[in-house]
């Protein structure tokens, strides 16, 4: 027994009611009634094409000469077969219309220009559960991001979402892609497909495409964050290892893990952390120790950590550390603390003077 394919789910815009294939039926129309009329009444090119349109569009203009039997007869069919291409070219245009495609490709158009002039922005790769999370974190902070996504549905749930969210729909994984969001001007990239393939892929591909891009990539099996790492990864992170320490620590350490999510916004508190980096401060704040650059006692800020150009951290760093080549200074502190500091530092030759 023969099984018919379900059709149920075929969109017909996408299939049947074409923009594409209406246009091309009807150049074709004019073009087979052209030729006709030029072969059965010896018509020129031109005197075809007139006959062609004002038999299709039937508005009774008299013809160029009396047609033949067979002219007539070509004509009465002509005109049958092309009712049925004007009913198909309004119906495609209807739904052209209706399903609003017209005002979808102007807002993909829209869109394009607006991630072409992104300069310093993230890229994330993928919308699963992880990078829904990462969407709602950037929005909250306010940072520029475009998202590489190529499941259509996720799309959808993307644009219902938030309609101020950038979007690409596209593999990460090809070269293509990553260009056209911008990667050689981003400053970070987020893999979180769940696909430890696809990451490894995307990895390689960004870091190729952009060597100084930060890479922070999801992995699902610990097998695969050598790979990732060799692929160009800057960090790798496993949700399930952090969620299963979370979960532990909030029974041996309470207290702690409510003041670090206390920290992180997860509670609604404005408090951010910002990372002062040696190559981003005026050479007047470098080789500068935390006492001589009296970031607390200006900014109300507080240095909390110092990254070492090894690339260990030290907690709590004494009042004598100084920001040498390839380190750094974790600040903690409000939005408005922060973007006081960032002025502070911008003219610290000048307050200082």
Not at 122 to 137: A, P, S, T
Request: aromatic letters at 10%; one cysteine or more.
């Amino acid at each position: 027994m023969r099984i018919l394919p379900d059709l149920t789910n075929i969109p017909f815009s996408g299939h049947y009611l074409n923009m594409r294939t209406a246009t091309i039926l009807f150049l074709a129309s004019i073009l087979l009634g052209s030729f006709s009329f030029m072969h059965l009444e010896g018509y020129t090119f031109s005197e075809g094409i007139y006959m062609a349109i004002i038999t299709i569009s039937t508005v009774g203009y008299t013809e160029v000469r009396p047609l033949s039997d067979a002219g007539r007869l070509f004509a009465s069919i002509y005109i049958l077969l092309n009712i049925g291409v004007f009913a198909y070219g309004i119906s495609a245009f209807t739904a052209f219309v209706i399903e609003g495609e017209i005002f979808k490709k102007w807002h993909i158009k829209a869109m394009e220009k607006k991630i072409a002039a992104l300069k310093n922005h993230i890229i994330l790769c993928g919308f699963g559960r992880y990078g829904q999370e990462v969407v709602n974190h950037f929005l909250d902070q306010g940072l520029d991001f475009v998202v590489v996504e190529r499941d259509h549905r996720r799309i959808e749930e993307m644009r219902e979402l938030d309609e101020r969210i950038l979007y690409k729909e596209g593999d990460a994984t090809h070269d293509e892609i990553l260009e056209s969001v911008g990667l050689n001007k981003a400053r970070a990239l987020i893999s979180a497909m769940p696909d430890d393939s696809e990451n490894v892929f995307t990895v390689l591909t960004a870091r190729q495409i952009n060597p100084k891009i930060q890479i922070v990539s999801r992995a699902l099996n610990p097998t695969s964050q050598r790979k990732l790492r060799l692929a160009g990864a800057n960090h790798v992170i496993m949700p399930e290892q952090i969620g299963g320490f979370y979960m532990a620590t909030l029974i041996s350490k309470p207290g702690a893990v409510d003041f670090f999510s206390f920290l992180t916004n997860q509670f609604g508190t404005d408090i951010q952390f910002e990372e002062v980096h040696f190559g981003e401060v005026p050479e007047s704040c470098q080789f500068k120790s935390i006492r001589d650059l009296r970031i607390r006692k200006h900014t109300q800020t507080n240095v909390i950590g110092f990254k070492k150009p090894d690339g260990k951290y030290i907690l709590n760093p004494a009042p004598e550390t100084e920001l040498v080549s390839g380190s750094s200074f974790i600040v903690l502190g409000t939005p408005e603390q922060l973007e006081e500091l960032r002025k502070y530092l911008k003219n610290f030759p000048t307050l200082m003077g």
